[in-house]
């Protein structure tokens, strides 16, 4: 299963690579729009930092025509970029034709099986379910997940499922049991997904106990 960082901050970036564990990064217009500077610069920055990860940047444009443009010049900007585009009908055409080009994209905003199965039978590569803005609503957003996993599984689909809009530890775990092929998260959760407590814990007991024999070179 592979990690994504959803965030636009180079330092949590820079701070959370060296574990070895990020795949990549997911972007958005929220997210880019806290950054200072020029997010195409911010992008490219991304991409250099992990040129064998999957980076997604979203889509601004809302007219299919223009969106379509807008999608080909992102995805020209580096080759491990995946262009995410709103699962909106009105965007339907225009995702058939960027897949046909074989531009890769990450469809965000997904929250039925039915968006799913409409984008699995167009052949994208990652469809985003969201799982918090579902629990926003109070709806358990977490049943959607493994009825796309059955769905995807049953008829063959290649489409991969990148759980998205994860909110605790808690949906991280279930996300990653449903069998999803990706998760992003955001950098507060990563931190608190690799720590535990009881290893802390664990540590300082073990710690304790060999400074009894006061040995100062071991092995």
Known sequence: MKIFLDTADIEHIKKLAVTGLIDGITTNPSNLSSIKGNPKD????????????????????????????????????????????????????????????????????????????????????????????????????MQYIPQMRHMIDFYGFETKILAASIRTVQHMHDALLEGVDAVTISPEIFE????????????????????????????
């Not at 990450?106 to 985003?128: D, H, P």
């Not at 608190?192 to 071991?218: M, P, S, V």
């Open 42 to 141: 911010r992008i490219l920055e991304i991409c250099r930092l992990l040129p064998h990860g999957h980076i997604s940047v979203e889509v601004t444009e809302l007219e299919p025509e223009k969106l379509y443009i807008q999608a080909k010049k992102i995805a020209q900007l580096s080759d491990n970029i995946w262009v995410k585009i709103p699962c909106h009908a009105h965007y339907y055409p225009v995702i058939k034709k960027l897949v046909e080009e074989e531009v890769k994209i990450n469809i965000t905003l997904v929250f039925t099986v039915l968006q799913a199965l409409m984008m699995c039978k167009l052949g994208v590569y990652y469809i985003s379910p969201f799982i918090g803005r579902w629990e926003d609503l109070d709806v358990d957003g």
């Open 192 to 219: 608190k997904a690799i720590t535990h407590h009881l290893t802390d814990q664990g540590i300082e007991k073990f710690t304790k106990d060999w400074r009894r024999l006061e040995i100062n070179n071991f092995p």
